[in-house]
């Protein structure tokens, strides 16, 4: 028969475990996301880290490759002033711009809303091309 004390450190070893696997999941999604970087342009030959709000700029983009995968896809970012809010753009590279339809509505107006919201769906759209490369191959360049 197991004590009331048996029971609390049964707990305490399963709520340290789940800690740790949510800490894990939590590390394997920032290393992902870590190495999610906009470059964004604020002229042609002049990049910046940040924008503020209603700041121009001429481009925001990532451009991802895995050569060992043979998938190479760009992204784009952008506010779209009738519509009050910021939208992405996920195409080939050399071959997505402003002027095509966006891959989806951020539903933010705000710069730093839009990047954090952009980062979900570009971790999020790289996942499932890696996972089926087959169902994704009319917004990624075989490389």
Known sequence: MKSFKDYILEAEEDNESVENTDEKNSDEKTTQRGNIKFTIWKEPDKKVTWLNNNEPYQKIEYKYEDKDKHISIHFLLGYVKEKDTWELWIGKIGAISYDDDPYCDLKCNEFSSAIIAALD???????????????????????
Do not use: H
Not at 121 to 143: L, R, S
């Open 121 to 143: 769906k570009v971790e999020e759209f790289i996942k499932e091309v890696e996972e089926e490369p087959e169902n994704w191959v009319q917004y990624y360049k075989d490389i």
